[in-house]
């Protein structure tokens, strides 16, 4: 396992141990070696592709937050609060995804951004408010 070299040398003695306890466990070990070594990995390079480090957010925020309907539960999420921090360069990426599926853009655009291009009338109107940031989008040579 050339991965687990990331890890502290306690850390993969831990996962050794937990491999003698039988194949039961082996799922188990794989899924705390996954989260040992993610967790390790230095910040540098899990940041090192805005692309990855966008779309690996965006999943999580999705897989987190499909059962919420409270706008500002779902913004507040720790991975859109972090999509976010990624400033400008996540602008792109964000109308990439948009330009894929609706979705609860607004907040960070704004926030990112300074503006918002919905009109009042199609204030709460997803494919509108979508049409509208995708137009600024292109305006402000984002998409073409």
Excluded: C
Aim: proline share 6%; aromatic share 10%; hydrophobic share 40%.
């Amino acid at each position: 396992m050339s991965h687990i070299s990331l890890m502290p040398q306690h850390a993969a003695v831990a996962l050794e141990e937990d491999a003698s306890i039988g194949h039961d466990s082996e799922i188990i070990r794989r899924h705390w070696e996954n989260l040992l070594t993610d967790y390790y990995k230095p910040l540098s390079r899990q940041w090192a592709n805005p692309s990855i480090r966008f779309s690996n957010l965006e999943e999580e925020w999705k897989e987190s937050t499909p059962m919420l309907s409270s706008i500002t539960e779902i913004v507040m999420h720790p991975s859109y609060q972090q999509i976010i921090g990624m400033g400008p360069t996540a602008i792109p990426l964000i109308f990439l995804s948009m330009r894929r599926e609706l979705g609860h853009w607004f907040w960070a655009l704004s926030a990112i951004t300074g503006e918002n291009p919905v009109s009042i009338e199609h204030q709460g109107k997803i494919k509108e408010m979508t049409n509208a940031w995708l137009d600024w989008g292109r305006k402000h040579l984002y998409l073409e």
